[in-house]
């Protein structure tokens, strides 16, 4: 805070984003150069960039929180979000809830999977296709320190003289989710690297046996998990602050992560085709391309002011460096697969539309389509602009309207696929194994006509969900008759887990959507009033000032039990008013209180939003046994013998040690860990 | 009794859990869910309109000036009881522009982003349906003693190494 | 991986690169949608109201006057859309001050009106005593004048002619010169 206004935060944290982008450019150079001309001194020098970008990029970002925490107002940054009476901790989340810090969290969060990758393949650097596969994240990890440096800079100095800022988005401050969500769903959003840079190595090398997948699956799988409590988290964020009672809203910004996780589950089901029988191999290339590529092409969309979203950040210049990159990403991967094209086709055939391979192809036309759906719904305004001139706006409705015949085909396919066996089935078979799963259903749907469902689409959905509930359990239980405790680990047992809380975020969702009652109150003290069966009775008002802000505040009880508290804040900053809702959970349903219209302090009467909410809370534990699931699905499990002979070609036999470079390898050769288990 | 479930499971069970499926849809989808209070018309209706200011929220979901008196102003339409739902969404549509409509229109190049997902699926399932053909002649091709005594030696050669 | 199975289709060989191409084309022109966007356009200054008869907007003064816009027919009326809470309208108002006062001041001067539908008429009151401004300010608790006009954002202001038809609409603070050019301007206009 001198005249000249330099920070040593600011210095630092330049230093440490320059010393990042010369190592990763230097670590991409040398594993490149090393593959080309077989130099293994090169190759063993680039762990050391690795380690220094991930350190860099690791104490950039804790130089940051440090601004933060210290409140150094030298910063243009900490002018932004910062402010003297934050707390603490929202001090902390304040380093991501603008556009300069996100792009440090991702940075960071990328830099660490460049470092843990390393490390992890330290000793396989000979392999051209890791070589290669690193070369690719250390590219993204440079384009990413660039970014953090230039457009995005988050150490740039601010005016001089300034000594208190206006603070964190008043949205981002009242709730502790903030400090789990963002991150977490970038561990998820930014891992999709480390299986894009895998694929990208294995059209270079041309290695496109199904090696790689080994390699990569389990980070897929990993990046797929995170990213999926990323999206439930952000949800219940929604759920718990904004106040309008629902978890998702189709917003730019939630389909910016919901269409990586779209296309990323259709890769984790057709992966599982290549594995077995080496097929779809182009497709699942495209599939962690397109994922890869979405999400970029998301953060450019809600990072450039191009789409307006209420979590979207202000206009920055950083919408042409993303875009770029965007294109870069498509035409190298496009170029490549043109160019591999004489590799990739895949051997065999897929005997029967009905087999488990064949309900897999349905899955991801299902889950493209999907994708299709929601990237048009989000970009056409921008068409229609583009083309037009004229504003339009695609909501929620549209959204609404064509996911769901996508979800209730999804839930069939869910319901049938699980009990499919590979390459054909006969109907008596399906009659056989299907029968107890199908009933599952019908008794579900006897049990939401009983407690008072309607409507075609929400009974068909509650009836499709206990058939695939019936299935994933019955392979549950067939799993664990057989192995014990094993039958829940491994990929295809912790998948039924993994379905089952799918299941369960779908009728949460379903129910939630269809047979929500809401009623508006005028509420006074000692007037109870009676809504869907419940007494609601306002015991008491208070008002409260803070410097930045007067809000209101009232205590209801519900049943004449406990008090709730909804409250409704006005920033006098912005002007506008956030309301704080007050819900009960319950296992049967919530009750959602939410203040509508700030009246003057003391008033005895306010207007109170009552939001009755069935099997909300459903959706969170179904969220936390997709975790579990995912978790399951990642230990290994029972091999099948890599040596019996499928229909597939005989591709991935083990080679003992490292390969030869430059012998015909047929296919990568099955990685070392891997054999261990499974010889 | 293993033999009767058996023959249950085959086609008779499954005729009379289809009736009683169709049965409970059929009954469950024309039951009535009572009539809709005018907090939930004000709901349906204003989630259809776009906030005119903020950037993507449902006049439903924000809490700027701008929504509350479009909510008001509902609300009043609603309490009237003359006009429909869509007459009221057309009423503010005509005020604040076409924007403000978060159900695309069908008509002119509007219609595309109701059509293109369509096209989509058709384009996707008749790919499918072409794949699965070419795959059924690939599968009708029997391999030649040359190709099975590849498939041999590749399989007695990984057996060796491990 | 024998190749014999493949020879039997060549067709399938160019199948590949057709594939890619299309993909390119889309998104290529997917790409430079993008890349033409602007992001702007959002600050709606146009209004489908230009040109066309006023709607209804009937009010209650602070003072208890009742306001109908159609009986100002006959003089040029500036309407501004107004919240004490919102800190543009708060910097806006010393111009809107000034422009009563150069409007008053002349002969056939436009007739100014402050159209609020937040907070209390009390402290509204309070806070125009505090800062100045003597014209009428109309109370509009349901919010219908603004929604009859379109406001999206306060402040706005809006130009009506003395035949009650709608001539502009300016999203955002003004300064008193600007609308007094613009008032001129029209005045011309019309003749």
């Known amino acids: ?679 | 009794m293993t033999d009767k479930w058996k023959q249950l499971k085959q086609w008779p069970g499954w005729v009379v859990l289809g009736v009683v499926a169709v049965a409970l849809l059929a009954f469950g989808s024309i039951r009535e869910s009572g009539p809709r209070t005018s907090e939930e018309r004000v709901e349906e209706i204003s989630k259809q309109l776009a906030c005119p200011i903020c950037d993507g929220e449902s006049v439903f979901e924000s809490r700027n000036t701008a929504s509350v008196a479009i909510r008001i102003q509902i609300k009043a339409d609603v309490s009237a009881g003359a006009m429909g739902d869509d007459d009221i969404i057309s009423k503010v549509a005509q005020v604040y522009g076409a924007r403000v409509l978060l159900v695309p229109q069908a008509t002119g190049i509007d219609a595309l982003v109701w059509a293109l997902p369509v096209a989509a699926l058709v384009c996707a399932v008749a790919g499918l349906i072409v794949v699965f053909r070419r795959w059924k002649r690939a599968a009708d091709t029997v391999p030649t003693a040359d190709d099975r005594a590849l498939v041999e030696t590749a399989i007695r050669e990984g057996l060796d190494e491990s | 991986m024998s190749d014999t199975g493949r020879q039997t289709e060549p067709s399938r060989r160019r199948l590949a690169p057709l594939i890619v191409l299309a993909v390119a084309v889309v998104l290529g022109a997917f790409f430079v949608v993008l890349a033409r966007s602007s992001g702007a356009g959002n600050d709606a200054v146009s209004s489908f109201l230009i040109d066309k008869p006023a709607p209804t907007a009937v009010g209650i003064t602070l003072d208890g006057q009742r306001f109908d816009l159609s009986r100002r027919k006959g003089s040029w009326v500036v309407l501004n859309f107004f919240d004490p809470d919102c800190v543009p309208c708060v910097q806006e108002h010393p111009e809107l001050v000034e422009l009563d006062r150069q409007q008053t001041s002349v002969a056939d001067g436009a007739e100014l009106y402050t159209i609020i539908n937040r907070g209390s008429d009390e402290a509204v009151a309070q806070w125009f005593a505090d800062n100045g401004g003597d014209w009428p300010v109309v109370s509009d608790p349901s919010g219908s004048i603004s929604v009859a006009f379109g406001v999206a954002q306060v402040p706005e202001t809006w130009i009506i002619d003395p035949n009650g038809i709608v001539r502009a609409r300016f999203a955002g603070p003004i300064t008193a010169d600007f609308v007094a050019t613009q008032l001129q301007l029209l005045r011309e206009a019309t003749g």
């Open chain 1, 1 to 679: 805070m001198q005249a000249a206004n330099l920070s040593i935060n600011g210095v630092l944290g330049h230093s440490f984003l320059v010393i990042g982008l010369v190592a990763s450019i230097f670590g991409a150079l040398s594993l490149a150069y090393g593959t080309r001309v077989g130099d293994r001194r090169l190759l063993r020098s680039a762990p050391n960039y690795a380690w220094l970008s991930g350190a860099t990029a690791v104490a950039a970002f804790a130089t940051m929180i440090h601004a933060l925490v210290t409140r150094d107002f030298s910063l243009a940054y900490v002018q932004q979000v910062g402010s003297r009476s934050t707390p603490a901790l929202y001090n902390v989340t304040a380093a991501w809830s603008a556009l300069e810090g996100s792009i440090l969290l991702w940075l960071t969060v990328l830099a660490g999977y460049t470092t843990v990758i390393m490390r992890k393949y330290r000793k396989r650097l000979d392999d051209p296709l890791i070589a290669w596969a690193l070369v690719v994240m250390f590219v993204v990890t440079a384009f990413f320190f660039l970014l953090s440096f230039g457009p995005a800079d988050a150490f740039r100095s601010g005016a001089p003289g300034v000594t208190d800022g206006p603070g964190p988005n008043p949205l981002l401050q009242n709730h502790v989710l903030v400090l789990f969500h963002p991150p977490i769903l970038y561990l998820g959003y930014v891992g999709f690297t480390v299986p894009f840079a895998f694929a990208i190595a294995a059209l270079i090398t041309g290695r496109v046996g199904e090696g790689w997948l080994l390699v990569t699956r389990r980070w897929a799988l990993f990046a797929w998990g995170f990213l999926t409590v990323g999206i439930i988290l952000g949800g219940w964020w929604s759920y718990e602050v904004l106040g309008w009672s629902g978890v998702w809203a189709w917003d730019p910004v939630e389909n910016a992560s919901f269409l990586p996780w779209l296309t990323g589950t259709a890769y984790l089901h057709s992966v599982l085709v290549q594995e077995r029988r080496g097929m779809l191999r182009v497709w699942n290339l495209s599939l962690l391309i397109a994922t890869f590529a979405l999400t970029i092409l998301g953060t450019f969309l809600t990072r450039s002011g191009v789409i307006k979203s209420v979590h979207a950040f202000s206009n920055s210049t950083i919408g042409p460096f993303l875009l770029a990159f965007f294109g870069v990403v498509v035409v190298v991967s496009l170029s490549l697969i043109a160019w591999r094209g004489d590799r990739l086709r895949s051997p065999g055939a897929i005997d029967s539309p009905i087999s488990r391979e064949g309900a897999f192809l349905a899955n991801n036309v299902l889950f493209t389509v999907f994708a299709f759906v929601v990237l048009l719904g989000t970009v056409f305004p921008l068409i229609v602009e583009a083309l037009q001139d004229r504003q339009i706006a695609v909501g929620p409705p549209f959204f609404d309207e064509l996911s769901m015949p996508i979800g209730i085909a999804l839930l069939f396919l869910m319901a049938v696929a699980p009990v499919l066996p590979w390459r054909k089935a006969s109907g008596e078979l399906l009659r056989e194994r299907l029968f107890v799963p199908a009933w599952c259903g019908v008794l579900a749907l006897l049990a939401s006509i009983l407690v008072g469902a309607n409507g075609l689409a929400p009974l068909l959905a509650f009836g499709l969900a206990g058939f695939a509930a019936g299935a994933a359990g019955r392979q549950v239980a067939l799993a664990t008759r057989r192995q014990g405790w094993r039958g829940f680990v491994g990929r295809a047992n912790g998948g039924m887990i993994v379905h089952l809380g799918v299941i369960l975020v779908a009728v949460a969702l379903t129910a939630s959507n269809s047979y929500t009652h809401v009623g508006e109150f005028t509420m006074q003290q000692a007037q109870p009033v009676t809504f869907s069966g419940h007494t609601f009775e306002l015991q008491q008002v208070t008002a409260f000032t803070t410097p930045r802000s007067k809000g209101l505040q009232a205590e209801i009880s519900i049943d004449g039990g406990q008090a709730y508290s909804p409250a409704i804040t006005r920033y006098t900053t912005m002007g506008t008013d956030i309301g704080t809702p007050s819900v009960r959970t319950g296992f049967a349903n919530d009750i959602f209180l939410t203040l509508e219209k700030a009246a003057n302090a003391g008033a005895t009467e306010v207007q109170v939003k009552i939001f009755i909410k069935p099997l909300i809370v459903w959706l969170w534990i179904g969220g936390a046994l997709m975790a579990i699931g995912t978790v399951l699905a990642g230990f290994p499990g029972r091999r099948r013998n890599p040596l019996l002979p499928t229909s597939a070609d005989v591709v991935g036999l083990p080679v003992v040690g490292l390969p030869v470079v430059g012998l015909p390898v047929v296919g990568t050769p099955v990685p070392v860990e891997e054999q261990s288990a499974s010889v």
